[in-house]
């Protein structure tokens, strides 16, 4: 695959939007993984590409909101784990199977979330001082947090919207302090995922450095941003991205 200086400078641009929108919300891919298919990859090659951006942008991103002291430190191997075993799962199918039947589950998930973000905007964004809760202590976050590590695996389009939902919604994790566990359990299954892809030579290097390179640079700058901005903000901007991502998703 070739790439001259201004597919790689859109490229590298692409990939900061996302990696921004990734960082404080979700849906950053369906900006990304139609670039890469524009470009000449494949559809499994260009969902393999991908995860090495996404793998850059949550190591940044992490080490970001732990800098500010938002990461949740002893409350990361608890939420990981179930996560790990489904990303495991999904990336393991997505090697194998084709994934457009995932597309409707795609679409009504975080279609859902939208509607509930507007109606009951409680459900997601918990009154300040409410108290956090263990998955190992709410068995149905545990399972929503499988879920989105299968699902996320497998596709991984609209994930973090799936893991907000299960750390604010399901733990009571403020959007922020949720924020930065989503990044480090998308880090976590990226990190199984790449390794399964690699494995099954769906990787093209070359597009994926550019990519990571300008979705680095965005998750950096979207730290910066997400630990300073209010509770309400965050919210509206997580309820403009689910919109986005269901447009988007009807033409992926």
């Known amino acids: 695959m070739q790439l001259d200086l201004i597919s790689t400078?859109?490229?590298?641009?692409?990939?900061?939007?996302?990696?921004?929108?990734?960082?404080?919300?979700?849906?950053?891919?369906?900006?990304?993984?139609?670039?890469?298919?524009?470009?000449?990859?494949?559809?499994d090659i260009a969902n393999g590409t991908n995860r090495v951006a996404i793998l850059?942008?949550?190591?940044?991103?992490?080490?970001g909101y732990d800098k500010y002291d938002t990461l949740d430190r002893p409350a990361v191997i608890p939420i990981l784990i179930p996560n790990i075993i489904g990303g495991t799962i999904g990336a393991l199918a997505a090697?194998?199977?084709?994934n457009l039947f995932l597309k409707p589950i795609l679409l009504g998930t975080i279609l859902?979330?939208?509607?509930?973000?507007?109606?009951?905007p409680d459900v997601i964004a918990h009154p300040e001082g409410t108290p956090t809760r263990s998955p190992n202590e709410h068995r149905s976050a545990w399972w929503g947090l499988f879920a989105a590590g299968v699902?996320?695996?497998f596709i991984q389009a609209g994930v973090g919207f799936i893991l907000l939902a299960a750390l604010a919604g399901g733990l009571h994790y403020d959007l922020v302090r949720a924020n930065a566990l989503k990044m480090a359990c998308v880090l976590a299954f990226t990190i199984v995922a790449v390794v399964i892809f690699i494995a099954s030579d769906q990787v093209w290097w070359i597009p994926g450095i550019i990519l990571a390179a300008g979705s680095m640079a965005g998750a950096h700058f979207a730290v910066k941003i997400a630990v300073s901005a209010s509770q309400q903000s965050i919210k509206w901007f997580l309820f403009v991205m689910t919109l986005f991502a269901v447009a988007g998703g009807l033409f992926l």
Do not use: H, K, W
């Open 9 to 43: 400078l859109i490229l590298a641009f692409i990939g900061f939007v996302a990696g921004g929108i990734n960082t404080v919300a979700g849906g950053g891919l369906n900006l990304t993984l139609p670039a890469l298919m524009m470009f000449g990859l494949p559809a």
């Open 56 to 63: 850059m942008e949550s190591l940044v991103g992490v080490a």
């Open 95 to 98: 090697s194998v199977i084709p």
């Open 112 to 120: 859902t979330m939208s509607m509930i973000i507007l109606v009951r």
């Open 151 to 153: 699902y996320g695996g």
